[in-house]
């Protein structure tokens, strides 16, 4: 069964640092994309980026270039998404999804969400 | 890079047909057949519906269509049932590597 395992809940000041986790299992890991989503608080869907964990091939939106940093572990079936300095408009509950079934960015398996609270 | 344009929302009645549209331009929408879409409940995680403007992953009910015209995507549900409020997101390949939602539309049945 495919599944996608994200890390828990975080709670974190503004300028702070942050790495979440999104562990893959069912599947080969390095044979498809990952993708991450944001959605604010009562809002929609935003495509952040995607990574190919078999070379790390990496590929951004435009709107989330140099705000945050996707990475991939794959010795350990891993993906990350990272903020260096974290501000209050970066809470949000943030998904990873698996793409290339078909396209890339069509995301068939999602991971249930880690909700970031950046609050002073 | 801006969101497509969905209706906030859209509603009906049990056994009727509702269409949603998504409109984007000539750089998204329009250029390629990327065009997909994905239902999501309250707290939920979205759920894949559509790939490809109109092609349905295995497990997605028949009542669902997709097809596009120009720069506008629709995604149809016949058949409409109490299981099918939810809000609905279409999402276009929109060059450069890159993908972008649409606004969202609430369906809610009636």
């Known amino acids: 069964e495919v599944q996608l395992v994200q890390s828990g809940a975080e709670v974190k000041k503004p300028g702070e640092s942050l790495k979440i986790s999104c562990k893959g299992s069912g599947y080969s890991f390095t044979s498809y994309w990952i993708g991450w989503v944001r959605q604010m608080p009562g809002k929609g869907l935003e495509w952040m980026g995607i990574?190919?964990?078999?070379?790390?091939?990496?590929r951004y939106s435009p709107s989330f270039q140099g705000q945050v940093t996707i990475s991939a572990d794959k010795s350990i079936s891993t993906a990350y998404l990272q903020w260096s300095s974290l501000k209050a408009s970066d809470t949000a509950m943030y998904y990873c999804?698996?793409?290339?079934?078909?396209?890339?960015?069509?995301?068939?398996?999602w991971g249930q969400g880690t909700l970031v609270t950046v609050s002073s | 890079q801006s969101a497509l344009t969905q209706p906030a929302s859209v509603s009906g009645s049990p056994g009727q047909s509702i269409t949603i549209s998504c409109t984007g331009t000539?750089?998204?929408?329009?250029?390629?057949?990327?065009v997909s879409w994905y239902q999501q409940h309250p707290g939920k995680a979205p759920k894949l519906m559509i790939y490809?403007?109109?092609k349905r992953p295995s497990g997605v009910s028949n009542r669902f269509s997709g097809s596009k015209s120009g720069n506008t995507a629709s995604l149809t549900i016949s058949g409409l049932q109490a299981e099918d409020e939810a809000d609905y997101y279409c999402?276009?390949?929109?060059?450069?590597?890159?993908?972008?939602f649409g606004t969202g539309t609430k369906v809610t049945v009636l």
């Open positions: 999402c276009s390949y929109a060059g450069s590597s890159s993908y972008v």
């Open positions: 490809e403007v109109s």
């Open positions: 000539s750089s998204d929408v329009g250029s390629y057949n990327l």
């Open positions: 990574i190919y964990p078999g070379d790390s091939d990496t």
């Open positions: 999804a698996r793409g290339g079934s078909y396209s890339e960015g069509d995301f068939d398996y």
